[in-house]
């Protein structure tokens, strides 16, 4: 039986890439660090059983129509907004997607911003490399507001948001939260308490985004929401870029609706250098590094890798977006290896 034949548009960490090579019959974009052109998804998509793609690669309609034998797209990440979900199952085609590996990278990354909004990081590294700590220590050089005491609020206690609400308990903090389901399991176990997303805004003093990108979360955080928020709050986004409306925290961050923000995420991708954000000295940037620990990536491509592996050996993948796929398309069906 000839192996399925599989497009990756990146060259991923080992294993994953070994365990791509080894069981099926493998086209791989030549580039770790730049994704393949949108004409070359759809001419190498042509003959191909399965994608194994990343969150910079959109997969929609043209994509899967382009691609009669698709049977699996396998992504290399938590988000799946780069896929049209709808589109793939009418199609029979399985979405698998890697979460729970960069569950810790992502909160120690949320963490990490939170501190450097707060104690002014990179402001004071710039101050420095540029010469300008001409002073010698002074009462209020440099200052900025302790963890301890202060409330955060996280909107989205997914994974991710839960494992940040367990890591910011040991900085004495307390912890309000919204989300689409009430965990009152979780509330007993971390004493954090559940509230709507207005009181939210108003009452914390850091606001951390964790929820997916969906039509329902589409700039959630606009102008009304920053307006909502105390003038001394901060905003951390490391869940995606378009869940904040980016010319209303501009707004926000200029004229004082709020002290400050950090993101790892952002609308547009990579960010352009002339960008009006990146004029502001009030916010923290980063390009996109949340689960960017060597265990994290590795356990993606390893994760993402399986996925394909399994399914055309007709078991349950470690993760299905799409259950509603196993109706159409019976993984008995599907299994080639």
């Not at 770790?32 to 929609?60: F, G, H, N, Q, W």
């Not at 797209?73 to 979900?85: A, F």
């Not at 980016?246 to 002290?259: C, Q, R, S, V, Y």
Request: neutral net charge; glycine residues 6%.
């Amino acid at each position: 039986m000839a192996k399925p034949k599989v497009y990756v548009t990146r060259i991923i960490p080992d294993p994953g890439l070994s365990i791509v090579k080894e069981n099926f019959d493998v086209e791989i974009h030549d580039s770790m660090d730049y994704p393949p052109s949108r004409e070359e998804i759809l001419e190498k998509v042509k003959d191909k059983d399965a994608i194994l793609c990343l969150l910079t690669d959109k997969i929609d309609e043209k994509v899967m129509d382009a691609a009669p034998n698709l049977k699996v797209i396998s992504t290399m990440s938590v988000g799946y907004d780069h896929i049209d979900i709808e589109a793939a199952t009418k199609r029979g085609i399985y979405v698998t997607n890697t979460p729970g590996v960069l569950t810790d990278a992502v909160a120690e990354l949320t963490i990490g911003l939170l501190l450097a909004v707060t104690r002014r990081i990179v402001e004071a590294d710039q101050l420095i490399r540029k010469g300008e700590w001409n002073k010698p220590w002074s009462p209020l050089f440099m200052t900025g507001p302790e963890l301890k005491g202060k409330t955060l609020g996280i909107i989205g206690l997914g994974g991710i948001g839960t494992a940040v609400a367990r890591k910011v308990k040991g900085f004495g903090m307390k912890v309000i939260y919204y989300s689409r389901h009430r965990k009152e399991d979780l509330e007993k176990e971390l004493g954090i308490k559940y509230v709507d997303l207005e009181a939210l805004l108003k009452e914390s003093d850091f606001v951390s985004l964790h929820t997916a990108l969906t039509k329902d979360t589409y700039h959630m955080i606009g102008e009304k929401e920053l307006k909502m928020m105390k003038n001394t709050a901060y905003l951390i986004n490391t869940a995606r870029g378009a869940v904040v409306d980016t010319e209303a925290l501009i707004k926000a961050l200029k004229e004082g609706w709020i002290a400050g923000a950090a993101l790892d995420v952002f609308e547009q991708e990579p960010l352009p250098p002339k960008h009006p954000i990146t004029k502001l000295e009030n916010v923290v940037l980063a390009p996109h590094i949340g689960s960017a620990t060597i265990e994290a990536r590795t356990k993606m491509a390893e994760m993402s890798a399986k996925n394909l592996l399994y399914i055309f050996q007709g078991k349950m993948p470690l993760s299905l977006v799409n259950k509603e796929v196993l109706n159409i398309r019976p993984l008995e069906k599907i299994k080639m290896l």
